[in-house]
């Protein structure tokens, strides 16, 4: 059964520091291109970075870059959001997702085929 598990959110402070995990299991992590989302209060979910198979191309969204950095290790099929210099409006529930996928390529473009349950993340003093 594919699973994936989202860990390490929590509440901190404007212009801290937090990485995110993302655990998979029951499906071939490797071939899988991988995105984080997220919802904050009263939005509509968003794409906040993706990484291919490899991790050779990824893709942020204007509000993250420079900040979030979006990595992964087939070995321990995990990928990571690395976040910093985080604003109060990073505030949300952060979601990661799995994507059949060819390599090098992100495939944002198509329905996810799993996703995880979520983490919540607030930037608050």
């Known amino acids: 059964q594919a699973q994936l598990v989202e860990s390490g959110g929590g509440l901190v402070q404007p212009g801290g520091s937090l990485r995110l995990s993302c655990a998979a299991s029951?499906?071939?992590?490797?071939?899988?291109?991988m995105s984080w989302y997220r919802q904050g209060p009263g939005k509509e979910r968003e794409l906040v970075a993706a990484i291919s198979r490899n991790g050779g191309t990824t893709n942020y969204a204007d509000s993250v870059k420079g900040r979030f950095t979006v990595s992964r290790d087939n070995a321990k099929n995990t990928v990571y959001l690395q976040m910093n210099s985080l604003k109060p409006e990073d505030t949300a529930v952060y979601y990661c997702?799995?994507?059949?996928?060819?390599?090098?390529?992100?495939?944002?473009?198509?329905?996810?085929?799993?996703w995880g349950q979520g983490t919540q993340l607030t930037v608050s003093s």
């Open positions: 029951g499906f071939t992590f490797s071939s899988y291109a």
């Open positions: 997702n799995a994507r059949s996928c060819s390599p090098g390529s992100l495939c944002i473009w198509k329905t996810p085929d799993y």
